[in-house]
Structure formats: structure tokens, C-alpha cells
């Protein structure tokens, strides 16, 4: 294995090591303490209204609802296996390096991590119902997510036409092209995409011109002053991936679009980047029984700043790395995946302070790791060679970026502006 995975693996597992016997610590304070230990009311159900009931309740992704103790008491032992192997909340980042703040990071924190392992090694109590949180107000499935902070529903919505997949068979990619409808150029500031509430099931992952569903993705709303520009009479071109499930089910992906006042002209452009993906297509190849290493560059023609950064790889993937190489050659890791899971595709967001600031001439670099042995529990079989392939038993990399293009003047005053507030500024050339 790759020298800097290995050391990954190591801070890791160190990380882990602390992390239980903090638990136990903690555990064996409640227990010498009678009363000290944690409550589901008290302290239990604050922490799944914050980071688990977005998907864990009625009507959504999670497998079982967490909304109340009667709902989560009988999961409390699976709820505990999936927390202490951080599988659940999804957040594969690794917390030992790169940038550490996130618009969207749903992980929990080593308090919280603690608090429900104990919970459940002390017997899952309720404790005193009068603790309870006021219940969390949740949209129906029916209500657009992003509705809530943009205040109003969606200006513009798009669907693709029907497709039905059958209960059995193979992945199908569903490809068509339809007309937006928009009569006028229009600048948008936010835009979710979904499939209908059945349809769930067997999309993978869904995307438009517009933007992407994925489970993990919840929309994307574009940082202040930044838009995308929408033509009148533009297109939309959908590429869905389904899968069966056992049952035949027909599906319309929909697109939303909420747009900027008529008269106002966003001062950035959103863009996009798929870093990678031509490297793979041209020099893919997975040997069998092989832990394998491979590398995607790009160059930056203008000062950019990164809003997000999302890998993409399927089952054999393993972890995934964003560095950047600046103009005077000093590299710089923004980002290390560690521990990739291909059913969940997350878009890191990055907070606006801590957001890359690059400069001209910087090499953004990606490394994938691919695990194709037995030890990869996903692997449907490590014994064959596998080349790139759209298909979840074929495999690729690559990293889907979002990001605004600057000119040299705002970049020097973001630079200047971060580095007083900050002291430090990712991008800065040392």
C-alpha cells in the first residue's frame, strides 16, 4: 500500500484507540456516578435532531426512524455498531489533515461520538421525559428542501421524462433531453435535484445540466454574489443511473431552480471541474488481488476559489486525496478522503473562510486508491481484472469541483483580508 495511506491508516486507527477509551472513560464515570449517565431525552435525541433525522424519519432514506426513544430504543445496538465504526453520520473526510471547516458536515464531534456509545453501554435510558427537545419541524417529502432558506418554492422546475425499470435486470442510464421552458435569461442562485418519493429506490445518482442527486446531496445553493446563467430556450440534459430492485418502478427526475432578482448580475460565475476522468479513461486498470494508485492533474488557468470537492470512484474505490501544487512548487493536501464509501456521494462544502483561494497557475492534483483484494469487503471479486466502466461493478475516478474563476485583484484582497483575519490563508504562497 501507498506510504501515505499507510500513515492515514495508522493516525486513524491511533484516532479510534482514543476515541473508545474515551468512551470507556466515560462509562466508567456514569457508572461510579449513579444518575451521570447519558439520557436519550437529555441528551441522546439533541444530537439526532442535529445530525440524523434529516434521513432518519418517516418517509425518507434512513432504514428507520429516529424521531422519538420508541422509534430508536430497539436500534440502540446497531445504532452504536454503525456510530463506532463511523459509518453513520456519513462523513468520510479525514480529520487529521487538510481543511477541517465545512458548510455541510454532519459528523459528530468526539463529545457526541462518546455520549451515544455510552448511552447504549449504560442501557439506553429515556431519563426524564421533561428533557426532551421540542420536536424538530421537518418537511413532508413532498416540500423541496431548499425551499425553507430560500423562502418561497422553486421558480423553475424541470423533469425528465418517464422511465420505468424493471424488477430485475441490469443498470440502465436514462439520457433524455428536455426543453427548460424558460422564456428569458436568468441567473440561478440555488438548485436541488430529485427523483419522485418511489423512485428513491433505484435511482443511484441523477444528473442534469443543472446539477447532481446523489444520496448524501441535498442541493446547492451558491455562495453570495456567485450564480450560474440559465438561457432562454436552454435544454437540459439528464443522464440517470437506475438499478433494479425487485419490483418494477417508474421514475421522473425533477430539477428546481430558484433564480436571482430579474435586474440583478451575480459579480461570479459558478463552475464547474470533473478533474481526472480523462486520465482514467485513458489508463485504468485494476489487477486482481491489487491495492492500486492512480492520479488525476489539472491546471488552473485563472485565481479560483474552491467551493467544494466531491470524489467519485465505485465499489473498489478506497480513499482520495486533493492537493494543491502552486505556481513556486510547494504542495499543499486540502483534502483526504480516507475512508470513500461508493453508496454515499458527498459534496464537501466548504465554509467561506476556509474555502482554497488559488492562484494562477496552481495544479490541482488528485490520488485514488482502489482496493481490489478480498480485504474489500464491497468487492463482488477480487480474483478479476477491472477496467473503467460506467456500471457499479466496473469502476473510475475522478472529483467533481465547484468553483468561481477570480480576477487578480480580488484574489490579492481575499488573500489579504484572510490572512488578517485568519493569520493563515489556504493559497497563500509561502
Known amino acids: 500500500m501507498d506510504q501515505m495511506c499507510q500513515r492515514r491508516t495508522t493516525t486513524i486507527r491511533k484516532s479510534l484507540a482514543t476515541v473508545v477509551l474515551f468512551g470507556v472513560a466515560s462509562l466508567a464515570q456514569a457508572q461510579s456516578a449513579p444518575g451521570a449517565a447519558p439520557t436519550f431525552a437529555k441528551d441522546v435525541a439533541p444530537i439526532f435532531q442535529q445530525k440524523c433525522q434529516t434521513c432518519h424519519r418517516p418517509g425518507q432514506m434512513g432504514?428507520?426512524?429516529?424521531?422519538?426513544?420508541?422509534?430508536?430504543r430497539p436500534w440502540a445496538r446497531a445504532i452504536?455498531?454503525?456510530?463506532?465504526?463511523?459509518?453513520?453520520?456519513?462523513?468520510?473526510?479525514?480529520?487529521?489533515?487538510?481543511?477541517q471547516k465545512f458548510a455541510n458536515d454532519i459528523s459528530l464531534s468526539e463529545a457526541q461520538f462518546a455520549t451515544i456509545v455510552t448511552w447504549v453501554d449504560a442501557g439506553a435510558p429515556l431519563g426524564d421525559a421533561k428533557d426532551m427537545p421540542a420536536p424538530v419541524k421537518w418537511p413532508d417529502g413532498s416540500q423541496w428542501r431548499l425551499a425553507a432558506s430560500q423562502g418561497r418554492i422553486p421558480d423553475l422546475i424541470i423533469k425528465s421524462t418517464p422511465w420505468t425499470q424493471p424488477a430485475e435486470g441490469q443498470d440502465e442510464w436514462w439520457q433524455p433531453v428536455v426543453d427548460s421552458g424558460l422564456t428569458e435569461d436568468r441567473w440561478i442562485k440555488a438548485v436541488e435535484v430529485r427523483p419522485s418519493e418511489k423512485g428513491r429506490r433505484i435511482v443511484h445518482h441523477g444528473n442534469s445540466a443543472l446539477a447532481e442527486?446523489?444520496?448524501?446531496?441535498?442541493?446547492?445553493?451558491y455562495p453570495e454574489g456567485t450564480?450560474?446563467?440559465?438561457?432562454?430556450?436552454?435544454?437540459?440534459?439528464?443522464?440517470?443511473?437506475?438499478?433494479?430492485?425487485?419490483?418494477?418502478?417508474?421514475?421522473?427526475?425533477?430539477?428546481?431552480?430558484?433564480?436571482?432578482?430579474?435586474?440583478?448580475?451575480?459579480?461570479y460565475q459558478f463552475k464547474t471541474m470533473t478533474l481526472g476522468v480523462q486520465q482514467a479513461m485513458d489508463t485504468f486498470d485494476l489487477p486482481p488481488g491489487k491495492v492500486t494508485v492512480h492520479h488525476g492533474y489539472a491546471t488552473l488557468s485563472e485565481p479560483t476559489r474552491v467551493l467544494s470537492y466531491q470524489p467519485h470512484m465505485h465499489m473498489r474505490g478506497k480513499a482520495m486525496s486533493l492537493e494543491a501544487i502552486y505556481p513556486n512548487g510547494r504542495t499543499e493536501m486540502l483534502s483526504y478522503v480516507d475512508h470513500f464509501n461508493f453508496n454515499w456521494h458527498i459534496n464537501y462544502v466548504y465554509s467561506d473562510d476556509?474555502?482554497?483561494?488559488?492562484?494562477?497557475?496552481?495544479?490541482?492534483?488528485?490520488?485514488?486508491?482502489?482496493?481490489?483484494?478480498?480485504?474489500?469487503?464491497?468487492?463482488?471479486?477480487?480474483?478479476?481484472?477491472?477496467?473503467?466502466?460506467q456500471r457499479s461493478f466496473d469502476d473510475m475516478y475522478h472529483?467533481?469541483?465547484?468553483?468561481?474563476?477570480?480576477?487578480?485583484?480580488?484574489?490579492?484582497?481575499?488573500?489579504?483580508?484572510?490572512?488578517?483575519t485568519t493569520g493563515t490563508a489556504t493559497g497563500q504562497q509561502q
Not at 432504514?63 to 430508536?72: G, K, N
Not at 456510530?83 to 468520510?92: E, F, G, L
Request: hydrophobic share 40%; glycine share 6%; charged share 25%.
Open 354 to 389: 476556509a474555502a482554497p483561494i488559488l492562484p494562477r497557475g496552481t495544479v490541482l492534483h488528485i490520488t485514488a486508491w482502489h482496493d481490489n483484494t478480498s480485504a474489500n469487503k464491497n468487492n463482488p471479486d477480487p480474483r478479476q481484472w477491472v477496467g473503467w466502466g
Open 213 to 221: 442527486f446523489a444520496v448524501g446531496k441535498e442541493g446547492e445553493i
Open 80 to 99: 452504536k455498531t454503525k456510530v463506532a465504526a463511523r459509518d453513520m453520520p456519513p462523513w468520510h473526510m479525514d480529520k487529521t489533515v487538510g481543511i
Open 399 to 420: 472529483a467533481h469541483m465547484r468553483m468561481v474563476s477570480l480576477t487578480d485583484a480580488d484574489y490579492d484582497e481575499i488573500m489579504k483580508e484572510r490572512k488578517k
Open 63 to 72: 432504514p428507520m426512524s429516529l424521531l422519538t426513544y420508541q422509534d430508536a
Open 227 to 267: 450564480g450560474k446563467l440559465m438561457k432562454a430556450g436552454e435544454q437540459v440534459r439528464f443522464d440517470i443511473h437506475y438499478h433494479s430492485v425487485g419490483e418494477e418502478i417508474t421514475d421522473q427526475l425533477e430539477v428546481a431552480a430558484w433564480f436571482y432578482p430579474k435586474a440583478y448580475v451575480p459579480k
